[in-house]
T-cell receptor, first 108, second 114 residues
C-alpha cells in the first residue's frame, strides 16, 4: 500500500521561505513529484526527484532522501500568487499516489 | 497545444442516471488515468490504462467503468451514480508508464449527484 503524509496547512508572510515536508511509505518507488494546485483547478507540475539530493528550479527547490522516505519542497521569496495547495506524489506500481496536500496561505 | 480535454466541466445529475465523462489527449500518450479528489483525502486513483484495450483498477474503482478503444480517448462511465460519487474528477495522461514524466491533467469535472 501507499502512505504519504504531509502537513495540512501552513501560513507564511510574503517574501519569506516555507518548507513543506513529505514522508512516504510505498510498495514501489520510481520517483517523487511535487505539484501545485489552485482551488478548483488542475494540479500543475513543479518538480521531480528520483535520486537523493536537492533539485533547484528558480524560487522552488525539492529534496529527496530515499533511505528516509522523506522529501521537502522549499518555496523562497514567497509571493501572494503562491497561495495554493501543494501535493506530494510518489510514482510506483504503475500509478502516481498523492498525499492529501498542504494548503499554503501567504499573507501580506 | 498539448492538452488533456475533459467534458463536461460541471455536471449535476440524479441518483441512478447513467453518465459518461469524456477524456481526450492529443499527445499520443500511452498511459491514461482517472482520479477523484475529495477534501482531506487528496487525489485517489480510480482506473488506469497502460495502452489501448489495457485497463486496470486503481484504489477506488467501485461504481465506475472505463474503456480504452483508442489511444487518445479514455471515458469514465458511472452506470448508476450515487451521492457518494459527488466529487471533483481529473483525467491525466503520461508518456511514460514507469515514472519520470509526470502527468498532464485535464481541467477537471465537478460532479454532483443528488
Amino acid at each position: 500500500g501507499q502512505n504519504i503524509d504531509q502537513p495540512t496547512e501552513m501560513t507564511a508572510t510574503e517574501g519569506a521561505i516555507v518548507q513543506i515536508n513529505c514522508t512516504y511509505q510505498t510498495s514501489g518507488f520510481n520517483g517523487l513529484f511535487w505539484y501545485q494546485q489552485h482551488a478548483g483547478e488542475a494540479p500543475t507540475f513543479l518538480s521531480y526527484n528520483v535520486l537523493d539530493g536537492l533539485e533547484e528550479k528558480g524560487r522552488f527547490s525539492s529534496f529527496l532522501s530515499r533511505s528516509k522516505g522523506y522529501s521537502y519542497l522549499l518555496l523562497k521569496e514567497l509571493q501572494m500568487k503562491d497561495s495554493a495547495s501543494y501535493l506530494c506524489a510518489v510514482w510506483g506500481d504503475y500509478k502516481l499516489s498523492f498525499g492529501a496536500g498542504t494548503t499554503v496561505t501567504v499573507r501580506a | 497545444e498539448a492538452q488533456v480535454t475533459q467534458n463536461p466541466r460541471y455536471l449535476i445529475t440524479v441518483t441512478g442516471k447513467k453518465l459518461t465523462v469524456t477524456c481526450s489527449q492529443n499527445m499520443n500518450h500511452e498511459y491514461m488515468s482517472w482520479y477523484r479528489q475529495d477534501p482531506g483525502l487528496g487525489l485517489r486513483q480510480i482506473y488506469y490504462s497502460m495502452n489501448v484495450e489495457v485497463t486496470d483498477k486503481g484504489d477506488v474503482p467501485e461504481g465506475y467503468k472505463v474503456s480504452r478503444k483508442e489511444k487518445r480517448n479514455f471515458p469514465l462511465i458511472l452506470e448508476s451514480p450515487s451521492p457518494n460519487q459527488t466529487s471533483l474528477y481529473f483525467c491525466a495522461s503520461s508518456s511514460g508508464g514507469a515514472g519520470g514524466y509526470g502527468y498532464t491533467f485535464g481541467s477537471g469535472t465537478r460532479l454532483t449527484v443528488v
